[in-house]
């Protein structure tokens, strides 16, 4: 059986799985009207999502980590010499 931090890290890796396949899975059920709303063929709608991936991704990997708590001190009184 997996230890809880484990499990809680593989829920969040398969959230943010289902979120960027929910991003992408979007965009390409848009991709039709984009293409009947602006007038443009079918190569134009491919450079948009061509374009929208690197993007996409870059924007969810160049976040800055989360702040780290500072180590606790330990209870004990310090040692004296």
Do not use: K
């Amino acid at each position: 059986m997996l230890d809880r931090r484990t499990r809680v890290a593989l829920a969040a890796m398969a959230l943010a799985v289902f979120v960027i396949a929910n991003d992408f899975t979007s965009l390409t059920v848009a991709l039709p009207q984009i293409e009947r709303t602006f007038h443009v063929d079918v190569s134009t709608v491919q450079w948009v999502m061509n374009a929208y991936t690197p993007s996409g991704a870059s924007s969810r990997r160049c976040r800055p980590p989360p702040r780290r708590r500072p180590a606790r001190r330990s209870r004990r009184s310090p040692v004296r010499r």
